[in-house]
């Protein structure tokens, strides 16, 4: 049962308005309220999709502990499948990739129950190499395991193990071969049909085509 909404909540569940926000104007209101981890809780009892991505916003990330993730990606697990995945990817982003403590968790979830946990390792492993970091030193011991594990994964994890791929790919030349043959070996994504100017996930074109805007 949602909890009782305090006047605040109310005022602001007001300003989401109806079942189309934009993530922009949830940007402008979490800039506003800055941390309120309070009120975040209060959005998120609503069990409704956009006030979750604003209370995702406005949590203190230093309250973030392994239980309260794991309570989260319950309450994720509730959604529509586009949902889910842009919820916890929102979680990760703007929260657990910005605090030592919560990266550290997010490193540890490799081989967790929770798909949506894994998902989040490999999505942040891609992460710390698209950022315009040095890439981190595990990228051969990242690609042994997609290239043992990536098939026997669920597709949300196979996404992101995918896109770890890809980004070793493109910013590592040494493992390009390597990285575009795991694509042709297991024909993940080869058959996706991409919308026009979007970028496709089959690693030999996903890999090519970022490889040649950025003149890598």
């Not at 949830?26 to 800039?31: F, G, H, T, V």
């Not at 069990?47 to 319950?74: G, H, N, T, W």
């Not at 395991?145 to 990536?150: F, G, P, T, V």
């Amino acid at each position: 049962m949602a909890m009782k909404l305090s006047l605040k909540a109310e005022n602001i569940m007001a300003q989401i308005g109806g079942k189309q926000a934009k993530l922009g104007d949830l940007r402008k209101i979490a800039n506003s309220i800055k941390t309120d981890h309070k009120l975040a809780l209060e959005l998120w009892s609503t069990k409704q999709y956009f006030p979750r991505q604003l209370a995702i916003l406005i949590m203190d990330k230093k309250l973030l502990s392994q239980e309260v993730i794991d309570k989260l990606d319950d309450d994720i697990q509730q959604h529509t499948e586009d949902e889910k995945l842009q919820l916890i990817d929102w979680l990760m982003a703007n929260q657990l990739a910005k605090d030592k403590k919560t990266i550290a968790l997010m490193q540890s979830w490799e081989n967790s129950q929770s798909k949506l946990q894994r998902r989040t390792f490999w999505y942040y492993q891609a992460r710390l190499r698209w950022v315009g970091q040095i890439p981190p030193p595990n990228s051969d011991e990242l690609l042994s395991k997609i290239e043992d594990q990536i098939e026997k994964e669920v597709p949300e994890v196979q996404w992101a193990m995918n896109f770890t791929a890809a980004q070793i790919g493109i910013f590592q030349e040494i493992y390009r071969e390597r990285c575009i043959r795991i694509g042709e070996q297991t024909g993940l994504f080869k058959d996706e049909m991409v919308a026009k100017n979007c970028t496709p996930n089959y690693l030999p074109k996903f890999i090519a085509i970022q490889v040649a805007k950025l003149g890598k």
